[in-house]
T-cell receptor, first 112, second 114 residues
């Protein structure tokens, strides 16, 4: 069985500041992929960033980057220059062999 | 707009009833995934189909079933509905079936069981 844990139910950050959301996981597999999804109040699920477990280099997408520590089974998301539109629930997910496991989510509020 | 469509947007029904949720994947995508998002259980993977065949199964109840048709649209059938089945049901699609494929989510169907 695979598990994903997001230990921060809620976080807040000032506009233009940087925030890091935590995620830890557990799996017995070697070949898996990690994702961060954003779910704004509209409830639409939007892919933010993904990381292949076999790649050591951390993924980056504009203001979003990850800190992937495979040995520690940690996959945190850093949002730089936070914008009001980043306010949303963020889900960490692990996918292996077509099965995806999601964390319980972190509600991020960006304050003006 | 992800290109994945789901109908209906909202569904209100009574306990014991049966409903069908429909999903049309993005043009060219062969895989369809179903997820359930309820308030107390987060997002749960239910099932994946690829080109008409079941590929992966998650925490899908026996009262639930799904299929993918030759035109690649998919339906999720929920029967003997219980109050606890009230949730947002998402469909996602991807081009292939491997873990590398990015899944694009539809807007969801909100099911309320009274």
């Amino acid at each position: 069985a695979q598990t994903v844990t997001q230990s921060q139910p809620e976080m807040s950050v000032q506009e233009a500041e940087t925030v890091t959301l935590s995620c830890t996981y557990d799996t017995s597999e070697n070949n898996y992929y990690l994702f961060w999804y954003k779910q704004p109040p509209s409830r639409q699920m939007i892919l933010v960033i993904r990381q292949e477990a076999y790649k050591q280099q951390n993924a980056t997408e504009n203001r979003f980057s990850v800190n992937f520590q495979k040995a520690a089974k940690s996959f945190s998301l850093k949002i730089s220059d936070s914008q009001l539109g980043d306010t949303a629930m963020y889900f960490c997910a692990l996918t292996n062999a077509g099965k995806s496991t999601f964390g319980d989510g972190t509600t991020l509020t960006v304050k003006p | 707009d992800s290109g994945v469509t789901q109908t209906p947007k909202h569904l209100i029904t009574a306990t014991g009833q049966r409903v069908t949720l429909r999903c049309s994947p993005r043009s060219g995508d062969l895989s369809v995934y179903w997820y359930q998002q309820s308030l107390d259980q987060g997002l749960q993977f239910l099932i994946q189909y690829y080109n008409g065949e079941e590929r992966a199964k998650g925490n899908i109840l026996e009262r639930f079933s799904a299929q993918q048709f030759p035109d690649l649209h998919s339906e999720l059938n929920l029967s003997s509905l219980e109050l606890g089945d009230s949730a947002l049901y998402f469909c996602a699609s991807s081009s292939g079936y491997t873990s590398t494929d990015t899944q694009y989510f539809g807007p969801g169907t909100r099911l309320t069981v009274l």
